[in-house]
């Protein structure tokens, strides 16, 4: 069982920053594709962006040049740095998990680990 707690949610206005953190209670011998998925409501959900095993990343192309995740404490921290806001960033932010090397296409859809949330609000 994985626990991930999230925070750094906020409001920000148009072209602000935030930084969500995500604390885990991952050991540092299974690997995971950790990551982060978004919902707003009346929305879907969307994957924002993934880090593997391996330590490579991949970002949806709305977060494209905008965002950054990275991890600290042996893995055990997940962030997502938010630069150029925009109200369609609004949502609530997971870091999620899901056991393998590699981060599938369709990861956020059924992770097998994620938290309760950071809202994000983003004002123009």
């Known amino acids: 069982q994985v626990q991930l707690v999230e925070s750094g949610g906020g409001s920000v206005q148009s072209g602000g920053s935030l930084t969500l953190s995500c604390a885990t209670s991952?050991?540092?011998?299974?690997?995971?594709?950790m990551g982060w998925f978004r919902q707003a409501p009346g929305k879907e959900r969307e994957g924002v962006a993934t880090?593997?095993?391996?330590?490579?990343?991949n970002y949806a192309d709305s977060v494209k040049g905008r965002f950054t995740i990275s991890q600290a404490n042996a893995k055990k921290t997940l962030y997502l740095q938010m630069n150029s806001l925009k109200p369609e960033d609004t949502a609530m932010y997971y870091c999620?998990?899901?056991?393998?090397?590699?981060?599938?296409?369709?990861?956020?859809?059924?992770?097998?680990?994620w938290g309760q949330g950071t809202q994000v609000t983003v004002s123009s």
């Open positions: 999620a998990a899901v056991a393998g090397d590699y981060c599938s296409v369709s990861w956020y859809l059924f992770p097998n680990y």
């Open positions: 991952r050991d540092t011998v299974s690997s995971y594709c």
């Open positions: 880090i593997q095993n391996d330590g490579s990343t």
